[in-house]
């Protein structure tokens, strides 16, 4: 039919028709023939059947592929397209939901886009997060939440938050939060088995664009690092309190019996005079470590690294150490290779130094000390050895910590500050090496201090 009656030729068919009947309706009206009517009739039939055939084929049809995409595009296929060109206003028409659909599917990809990077968000952030609603019922927690307190989402999504959150303080947050409609922080220990964490909870409430309350978001943090390093550092100054606390109250003690009479008794003076300045040399000690140990750690701290001849470094040593050994009839055995290291010399010697104080310190008259220094390809190593008392196994990894002391007594009466080796640590660790300490109670220890001869920066 559309071959047939193509344009404009189905208009002048359709012309043709109309004309043919106008004048059957006119001849019908003058001469009242019933076949002239019949015939009419006929015609015009067939001209209402061409006129609707038309407007079906032009009009209607060319919608049919439009309806079908906009029916794909409600469902939310956006990358759908009208295919078919029509012409006219179906056409237009086509264009414009074509368009359309382009724009719908750059605004559903960005709202993906941004979907995806806020979850990812959400999911690797170390915070634990839960959304609870107005209801009290949990729409959300994160992936950090789940390995917190364990379960899988499914155990915490849709229900009541005081049925699934074991733990009292998160709900008193929640209804403080639903009550005060204002942000409320809480801490709590929680236990699992033997191992206890830290958290800290910041809830917020949540309102809505008419500033009507729709709920609350909890964040929580894994505090338990902080909270050790607080405890650190409060140890640290009850420590420092304590060390300095014991010297200075012997100095005035000493200091107020010798202003109490005992000035004027010869013999007890110059005793009190010997203690009152071995108790301030100690103090000196501790805070000279002390000192040091702050410069060490400060981030601002650099080495003043340069090419050091070793024997040269031991040798300077030698002297300060001989000394010491030989006041305990200590047998000290140094052997150094020829060898030559970038490192920061001041240092180094403060290193082998408590190495080997320590050694003479907790070696039994008579015993044996050395220093060896040796090298293999571009690793220094550094070994001080001793016979003396030893150290049990299980506390060699608390050597370094500050203030540790195998047994506080004997420390002390060596004049040791309980730094040595936390100064040693810090050194080592600065210069990119490594210690290792291999001891047995009652046979004796060794250190062994391992550091790259060759540094590229600096
Ligand atoms: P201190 O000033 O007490 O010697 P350090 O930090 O140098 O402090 O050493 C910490 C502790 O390690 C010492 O108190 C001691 O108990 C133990 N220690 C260190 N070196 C030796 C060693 N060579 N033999 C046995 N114990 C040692």
Redesign the pocket.
């Known amino acids: 039919m559309r071959a047939i009656f193509k344009q404009p030729l189905r208009n002048y068919v359709i012309g043709l028709f109309m004309l043919i009947s106008i004048m059957g309706i006119i001849l019908w009206t003058t001469h009242s023939n019933i076949i002239l009517f019949g015939a009419t009739l006929g015609v015009l039939f067939i001209i209402i059947v061409l006129i609707f055939m038309h407007v079906l084929d032009k009009y209607v049809k060319p919608l049919d592929p439009i309806i079908e995409t906009v029916h794909e595009m409600v469902q939310g296929h956006y990358v759908t397209r009208v295919q078919q060109q029509a012409s006219g206003k179906a056409g237009e028409l086509s264009k414009e939901i074509n368009i359309l659909a382009q724009n719908l599917n750059e605004l559903s990809t960005n709202e993906q886009i941004q979907k995806e990077q806020l979850s990812t968000i959400i999911n690797n952030t170390e915070s634990g997060i839960v959304l609870i609603n107005e209801k009290g019922y949990i729409h959300f927690v994160n992936r950090k939440f789940i390995n917190m307190f364990g379960q899988t989402t499914k155990h915490y999504h849709g229900y009541l938050y005081y049925d699934v959150l074991r733990y009292e303080e998160i709900h008193q947050v929640v209804q403080d939060i639903f009550l005060h409609e204002k942000n409320i922080k809480a801490f709590f220990a929680k236990k699992d088995h033997l191992k206890t964490s830290y958290i800290e909870v910041l809830g917020a409430p949540i309102f809505d664009e008419n500033n009507r309350f729709k709920g609350s978001v909890l964040v929580l943090y894994d505090i338990t690092d902080f909270k050790k390093l607080e405890n650190m550092r409060k140890d640290f100054v009850a420590n420092v309190s304590h060390e300095l606390k014991t010297p200075i109250t012997s100095i005035k003690g000493f200091a107020e019996t010798l202003a109490n009479g005992a000035i004027h008794n010869e013999e007890r003076r110059e005793e009190f005079v010997q203690i009152i300045y071995d108790e301030s040399s100690r103090l000196q000690l501790l805070i000279e470590d002390l000192l040091t140990l702050s410069r060490l750690e400060h981030d601002g701290f650099y080495l003043h690294i340069s090419d050091t001849d070793m024997v040269e470094l031991v040798e300077s040593i030698r002297p300060m150490i001989a000394l010491k050994a030989e006041e305990k009839s200590i047998n000290l055995n140094i052997n150094v290779e020829d060898v030559q290291a970038d490192l920061d010399r001041k240092k180094v010697k403060q290193v082998i130094l ?1 190495l080997l104080n ?2 003479i ?2 070696t039994a008259d008579k015993g044996e000390v050395s220093l060896e220094v040796t090298h293999e390809e571009k690793q220094l190593y550094i070994i001080v050895r ?1 016979n ?4 049990d196994q299980e506390l060699i990894p608390r ?1 370094f910590e500050r203030f ?4 506080q007594a ?2 002390r009466n ?1 004049g ?7 100064i040693v640590k810090h050194i080592v660790e600065l210069h990119d090496g490594h210690i290792e300490i291999d ?1 047995q109670l009652g046979e004796g ?1 060794s ?1 062994t201090i391992m550091l790259p001869i060759e540094r590229t920066s600096e």
Not at 388 to 391: K, N, R, V
């Open positions: 408590n320590n050694a310190n907790y001793d003396g008392i030893g150290i050597l540790y002391r195998v047994d004997r420390s060596t040791g500050t309980g730094l040595g080796l936390a001891s220890s250190f």
